[in-house]
């Protein structure tokens, strides 16, 4: 059955220009927030739904956003499977796979035959810059892709890792489309306007060998020595970082207020810091945040648990850095001695996304006054101050008051030291960036969009097993959902058979396969995971 999709002017925009462009390569730049995902889905639909042969391949940047993209597919009726691995065949029950960079620079030649012919999105590409390896396996394994969107939320350079299939300019990545964050503001209801409250300090330390220093956030230093009192600031043993927090607390309960599953954001150096700002926020401001960090297997669940709950706080690494959907979240804490500035806009961007119906949804990130942060929010404070002057001149918005911008410094370079102490320095306009008033806030009305564009979506071509399970009932969960509950339900049968029979796993995995039909669980359709679980509870009730 065809459908109707309503997407946002850009997002339509896009969509025309790509399926008008003949070349294979679509690069789109679409600031986080904006709804990159509902566009490249509705790309590879419509692709499907005249080359029904054709398979969809998505490459995310985390495990996390695997299972985030395979559930969005499912709302397109698309059936993506993000648990498939190079050992396994290519599912023929779904349309295609979620996998990772990492796994394609691992293993790209399995990937290079279902991708012949394939519609591949390459999901915020500059990871596959990350080592040269990751991009040359991209490059092997969709060679021969019939079309590549490629999507990022913040334009990148080459740097050293040319990255495959994205044309450069002076190592500049020239993108097809391009919906900036600035432009996203002046269209209202797309972002929310980010506000950067900067905390200078007085950091004291002692250098390699031997020297003490002090310093605050004014002091001009070399890199060296910058980066040595960033991470001074940022010791949990000192002041500086302990005021921060409360500061953001007190602002994430005025937002509750009004926004009472609000959420805050703390981005850590590691994960031992992230324990320790853990600890810090349960005994000065009595709340239990929630950690997800890179080695804790779980982080993935802690993260969409958060998402769901009315916590207050998470606090991260890098596993919330990019993509991972958390529209709630309006407070953030930069806390992480990474001072480049696609990691920085990275970690603004999980605050940007305008979420429900308050008319009124200003985000915050405080900051260490350090000059490059102090750089980078400038800049996208200049955009913020810039659109929401467009509004005013088009009768949109209260007067704006203009910014100072700073030029731009040094990189981060980082070396051994011992933090000392560090004292924060609080120096805020009471009448500033908190004020429910200030005229940079952007007040949009839901009932007044007029951005919302429809286009008819025809239904992606269909695959073995569209008509649910065995029993002829219908799925009410997606396939991706009911597939990962029957394959949890058979390992939990096959560790009740082991402790019932004494026979080892993989004795009981293959007699319960042979019985399916089937070489390996993960090739398994539905109806083959359903009637491997009904084998399991026979020889149960047998035993």
Do not use: C
Not at 47 to 74: C, F, I, M, N, Y
Not at 123 to 138: C, L, Y
Not at 505 to 515: A, I, K, Y
């Amino acid at each position: 059955m065809r459908r109707s999709l309503r997407l946002r002017r850009w997002q339509k925009e896009a969509l025309d220009r790509f399926e008008k462009t003949t070349r294979r390569d679509f690069l789109a730049v679409a600031t986080p927030g904006a709804g990159k995902t509902t566009f490249a889905l509705t790309a590879g639909v419509r692709d499907l739904a005249g080359h029904p042969h054709r398979r969809l391949v998505v490459v995310a940047p985390t495990q996390h956003l695997k299972h985030q993209w395979a559930e969005a597919a499912s709302n397109f009726g698309v059936h993506l499977e993000p648990e498939w691995a190079s050992s396994d065949p290519f599912p023929h029950d779904m349309h295609g796979v979620v996998v990772t960079y990492q796994q394609v620079a691992a293993q790209p030649r399995p990937l290079r035959g279902p991708s012949d012919d394939a519609f591949v999105i390459l999901d915020e590409i500059h990871h596959a810059g990350t080592e040269r390896a990751w991009g040359d396996g991209v490059f092997e394994a969709f060679e021969l892709a019939a079309r590549r969107l490629s999507l990022s939320g913040t334009p990148f350079r080459s740097d050293q890792n040319p990255i495959p299939f994205v044309d450069y300019d002076f190592e500049e990545a020239v993108a097809d489309y391009v919906y900036g964050y600035g432009e996203a503001l002046k269209d209202g209801g797309v972002v929310r306007p980010v506000f950067f409250p900067r905390i200078n300090g007085h950091m004291e330390w002692s250098t390699p060998d031997g020297t003490i220093v002090s310093a605050t956030f004014d002091d001009r230093l070399d890199r060296t020595l910058a980066s040595q009192r960033l991470r001074t600031a940022l010791s949990p043993d000192g002041e500086w970082l302990p005021t921060v927090l409360e500061q953001a607390h007190t602002q994430l309960l005025r937002l509750r207020e009004t926004h009472p599953d609000a959420g805050g954001l703390v981005i850590a150096m590691d994960v031992d810091h992230a324990r320790a700002i853990q600890k810090l926020l349960k005994a000065k401001q009595g709340v239990e945040a929630v950690v997800a960090t890179s080695d804790d297997p779980q982080a993935s669940e802690r993260i969409a648990e958060f998402a769901a709950s009315r916590d207050p706080w998470i606090v991260a690494v890098r596993m919330v850095s990019e993509g991972v959907d958390v529209p709630r979240l309006r407070v953030g804490v930069y806390a992480t001695n990474t001072v480049t500035e696609l990691f920085f806009r990275q970690a603004v961007g999980r605050l940007v996304r305008w979420s429900g119906n308050l008319r009124r949804q200003k985000a915050f990130m405080f900051i260490p006054d350090d000059f490059r942060l102090r750089t980078f929010a400038a800049q996208i404070a200049d955009q913020r101050t810039h659109s929401l002057k467009r509004r005013e001149d088009e009768g949109d918005q209260d007067p704006v008051e203009l910014l100072d911008q700073l030029p731009p410094d040094g990189e981060d370079q980082l070396s051994l030291f011992a933090a000392i102490s560090a004292t924060a320095v609080v120096d805020h306009d009471p009448s500033s960036i908190f004020d429910d008033h200030h005229p940079e806030d952007l007040v949009h009305d839901p009932a007044h969009e007029d951005l919302a564009l429809e286009i008819e979506l025809a239904p992606p071509p269909p695959r073995v097993g569209d008509h649910g399970s065995a029993d002829g009932t219908t799925l009410t969960v997606s396939r991706t959902q009911r597939k990962r509950e029957l394959r949890q339900a058979n390992t939990d049968r096959v560790r009740m058979l082991t402790h019932l029979t004494g026979l080892a796993p993989e004795v009981v995995n293959g007699q319960l396969n042979r019985e399916a039909g089937i070489r390996s669980i993960n090739q398994a359709t539905i109806r083959d995971l359903e009637r491997r679980l009904r084998a399991a509870d026979r020889w149960i009730d047998r035993a």
